[in-house]
């Protein structure tokens, strides 16, 4: 063990190396811990599990009174998540995870993060204490560690033309810095599903009943946290802002760098094809396939970057004037993929026609939605 | 794709592209992990391009140039575990060159006037110099370009490569001179590669941040310290001695407001506050440069015409790349000493200390002898190594070998046997 480290800090970060170290130390294995002597540990996994479900306020707790359990119950409760082949299980206790250590490693000393950062996540960094004339900056991050991590986020802050960049170092506080490693580690966990390792994972027979409770769980979830979309887009449940876009479009007006990314955005989400997007385009004057196509792709996550992006809020669509005529549902809403996905659930019988032919839903999805 | 396409193809430009592939040592042909490399070629004449090869050696590449004296030449700046397959999930993807692109033809200089022109393809409108993005007369967009390559253009795109590497590579990235490849295009511009370790593993959102910070896009001056005290406190910002593009906004204002007439601050910030400025220039600028620098050092201007000035001050300072080649993950690129089918010059590698006194136009020329018969169409002034011909139209001449290809190649000859 790192001597910087304590065991109430594995317990704290149960991701770390030394995390692992110390588990393999007791030459434990998963079906190991299915013992009565370990139920303890289970319990703790499978309420880590489903806390990360039910989320809320201080969705991952801790409990620093039994470090062990603790620490070893991490892993456990990983094996549940992967096992459950639950894409959105997985994003969900990445996320709880992630949120939780962030807020312990804002209060951690400059020297612990960055002995965190270098021996469990490889990253090249040094203390630094660099004083401007608003802010001191703690850490100098490598650009490539640093690029590996901060697109995710979408604030101009974390654009690396607004960092203070020097000799292949980013410059960071402390906030930023426990920000970035939390987010690293919603990263991996994500990633890792879908190795090969965790997609043939199999969980030991003995585990199998606190998996079914834990889908039983995710099944009455289901409606708050759906993800995925039906097939086939259903035009009624476009919210209005979506539906002035796309008309504007039809019309053969030239849209606004905004309402173009609004509406590229909203329907690859809402699972359009780049090629069903361009149809859209095709009637502005200034249409440029091939241009487009580029852009569209882009926004894909197709070409060059690994992320979809996803539509801005009603606040900023508010504010540059695309949100015209909100109906009822919109007062509900404060994202139109919301609306979209509410809509979509209730079907098309409570949906009031507001297209600009009435039509109303009826298409695929619309009501097999209803179980 | 320059040099493929539909355009005629000439026996004798094939025969001499085969010629220097033949006198060419292939040890010139090495990239950074040669095998891993995917290879595509282009040939004359042809739309498509043969893509997904693999070599095994240089001496095997330079064969099948000599065998197929395509028109361009290109690998890829990806490394892959099987280059050679041709589905690209199953290349096996191991990382990439940072790769930037600097074209001359997307970069405004005066020289255009002089020898391009372009035509609406709807109504036929035309003009000389950097193509309208709409036809003045009809507002369509299908605007056809003649365009030319002048001395004064790559000299633009010269000045460009060196700042992205002395403003941006160096101190800002970090990135060492022996970690990076310059080379001339074959055509219009120049090329960079960063070879280093540390980018080969970097995503398309990372390099996307990385095009972003050098053409200096989202750039925001609050987010580098220009912020006022609250109750009307001084202003405080940035220092020019500072990292990144913290330190380059405050160099940037400082020789903007130094350098720039009364008129073009005006233009900035609006009269009152620009002739304020302009009176006290020695002052202003003095306070700026203090440790720790006065950003309010003086009355009669608000932290918001500071970050106009910024802004437009810092919009000198950009880089002007190619993004899309920056970000692609798998990008083909012109293989060095290959040869360029629109022109006929080579791809040259160009060391950074030999990057000042490099002559494209000559540097790159990779045919010293023999002379061609040819019948100009119509060109402007144009200079091959020593050689200089035209304007010219619709006139026979001898001239030397690369001036010859080098017109036939661009369209713009024919050879006369
Ligand atoms: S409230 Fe939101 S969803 Fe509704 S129209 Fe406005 S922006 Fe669109
Ligand atoms: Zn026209
Ligand atoms: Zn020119």
Redesign the interface.
Known sequence: MSKMLTKEDLAKYPFLDQSAAFIAGYNLTLSDLTAPAYSGVVDRAVERVRRSIEGGAGAATLNLGDTETEILSYPLALALVYASGARWLVNRFATSEAKRCEELLKMEAAPKLAEIAKSSFGWKVDLEDLR???ERLTFRL???DY??V??QFHS??W???????????V?LDTKDFSRLLAENLKLRIIRKSGEEEAKNFELPAALQPHLSGILGLLEGKKELYEDEFPEGVVDEARPPCIVAIANDLRAGKSLSHMARFAITTFMLNVGESVDGVLKLFSNV??F?EGKAR?QVEHIAGM?????KYAPPKCEVLRSFGLCVEPDKLCATVSHPLNYYKRRVRAGPATSAPRGEDGRRGGRKGAQGRHR | MGGGGAGRVHKVVIDEFRNYYSRLPAEQLDVKDFVKREYAMLHFGDQTMVRHLRFDSTSELRRRLVEEAPANVYYSSAYYRDPQADDMNAKGWEGADLIFDIDADHIRTDCKESHDTWACLDCGCRGRGFPPEACPKCGMKKIDTVTWVCEGCLDTAKAEIFKLIDEFMVPDFGVALGEIEICFSGHRGYHLHVLSDSVRGLAGDGRREIADYVRGIGLDPKEHGFRQVPGNGPILGPDMRDGGWRGKIARAIYEFVSGRSQEELRAVVGPVVADTITKSKEKFLQSISDTPPHWGGMRGYSLESLLKIANAAAKEHVCNIDERVTLDVKRLIRQPNSLHGKSALKTAEVSYSDLEHFDPLKDAVAFNSGSIKIYVKEIPRVRIGDCEVGPAKGTEMEVPMAMGLYLICKGAADPRL
């Open positions: 401007l004339e608003w490598g650009l490539a690029l590996e901060a697109p101009p802050s654009k690396l033309t607004n960092k203070y960049v020097d000799k292949g170092y410059f004057a200034d440029d580029y070409t060059g970057s690994r992320t």
